[in-house]
């Protein structure tokens, strides 16, 4: 079955103490891999698309990068405003089944000034 | 250009009873897709609408439908209620090319009693 998974689940850092947060995902065709970042009571906001392993993009203090099983999310020096629940997604190849994005459950971030 | 917007953006309704939902996609995006979000079991895709036609469906009950109009503004229907469908209703919105990314508006939260 194709499977999203992320880790850690909730993850606590002081301002400026960089990490990582993973993704691993089990599909059968991958059309592209999402990060999204979400607020209490928003939707979620867009932030970068993967298609192939080896990719990375940036954007600000975020980095993502993806390889054929996992990709992370990756951040510097982070501030109390980066303090969201970031979640990952994927598009595979549809074979009869659901075509939207196949979401994890997200991580939970908290930026401690 | 303007996001994607979503109404009502709160909603109370009682057990057995309908409701509809309704999203406007970022101009020029011809792909509506809608998803639930609840804390068990994360973000669940719905189905998608691209060009007035259903062209994908998660799994979920037939209680929950859809529609979309030539202006691309889609519709979500539940019918009958449950006290399970409680949930931040996500409306998503794409150029409608395979494997882009999609635009989340701001959600409808749907409280059943």
């Known amino acids: 079955e194709d499977q999203v998974t992320q880790s850690p689940e909730a993850l606590r850092l002081q301002e400026g103490e960089s990490s990582s947060l993973n993704c691993s995902y089990t599909?059968?065709?991958?059309?592209?891999l999402f990060w999204y970042r979400q607020d209490p009571g928003k939707g979620p906001e867009f932030l970068f698309t993967?298609?192939?392993a080896g990719e990375e993009k940036e954007k600000e203090r975020l980095k993502a990068t993806l390889t054929k099983k996992e990709s992370f999310l990756h951040i510097t020096a982070p501030k109390p405003e980066d303090s969201a629940t970031y979640l990952c997604?994927?598009?595979?190849?549809?074979?009869?089944?659901?075509?939207?994005?196949?979401f994890g459950k997200g991580t939970h971030l908290i930026i401690q000034p | 250009k303007a996001g994607v917007t979503q109404t009502p953006r709160y909603l109370i309704k009682t057990r057995g009873q309908q409701v509809t939902l309704s999203c406007s996609p970022i101009s020029g995006h011809r792909s509506v897709s809608w998803y639930q979000q609840t804390p068990g079991q994360g973000l669940q895709f719905l189905f998608e609408?691209?060009?007035?036609?259903?062209?994908n469906k998660g799994n979920f009950p037939g209680r929950f439908s859809g529609r979309q109009f030539s202006n691309s503004r889609s519709e979500m229907n539940v019918s009958t209620l449950e006290l399970g469908d409680s949930a931040l209703y996500l409306c998503?919105?794409?150029?409608?090319?395979?494997?882009?990314?999609?635009?989340f508006g701001p959600g409808t939260r749907l409280t059943v009693t």
């Open positions: 998503a919105s794409s150029s409608g090319d395979r494997g882009v990314e999609q635009y």
């Open positions: 599909v059968s065709g991958l059309r592209g």
């Open positions: 609408y691209f060009s007035e036609t259903q062209r």
């Open positions: 997604a994927v598009h595979m190849y549809s074979g009869g089944g659901a075509d939207g994005l196949t």
């Open positions: 993967l298609y192939s």
